[in-house]
């Protein structure tokens, strides 16, 4: 992806909800939640357990959050072979982009994001390429 789209992303979506975030602040998803929140997003928390991160409620998954609240951005710190069905509820939510974070690969799941329109970026961390980009 170019520079020109990852900075239209960085700058026209505002909610992400983080897939597989960590309430460990020392931990790379926590970590990157904490930057984007204090660099104004909203930030929705995805995993198994747990009441609140960051201020924010968790839900255990994408289809949980109230329709509602509009996804913009899903997040994902999870394994490559969780992806498929994170991408599957990312396209049923209607999210707009689907970011894999560094080391995460699913070429067939981008694949089938990209086919119902969504934007996809692998193997890149939100953050870095936010400091890269916008916050010079």
Not at 54 to 75: A, H, M, R, S, T
Not at 98 to 106: K, L, P, T, Y
Request: glycine share 6%; with cysteine; aromatic share 4%.
């Amino acid at each position: 992806m170019k520079d020109e789209e990852l900075k239209d992303i960085l700058t026209g979506c505002k909610t992400v909800a983080v897939v597989g975030i960590s309430p460990k602040e020392d931990r790379p998803s926590y970590i990157v939640a904490s930057y984007l929140k204090s660099k104004g997003y909203r930030i929705i928390p995805v995993r198994p357990n747990g009441d609140t991160i960051l201020g924010e409620k968790v839900y255990q998954n994408l289809i949980e959050i109230p329709k509602e609240i509009k996804v913009d951005v899903v997040d994902i710190f999870r394994r490559s072979e969780d992806i498929p069905p994170i991408v599957d509820e990312a396209i049923q939510r209607g999210a707009k982009v689907v970011w894999m974070q560094e080391g995460v690969i699913h070429e067939e799941a981008g694949k089938k994001a990209e086919e119902v329109g969504l934007k996809v970026v692998m193997d890149r961390c939100m953050k870095k390429e936010h400091q890269r980009l916008i916050n010079q």
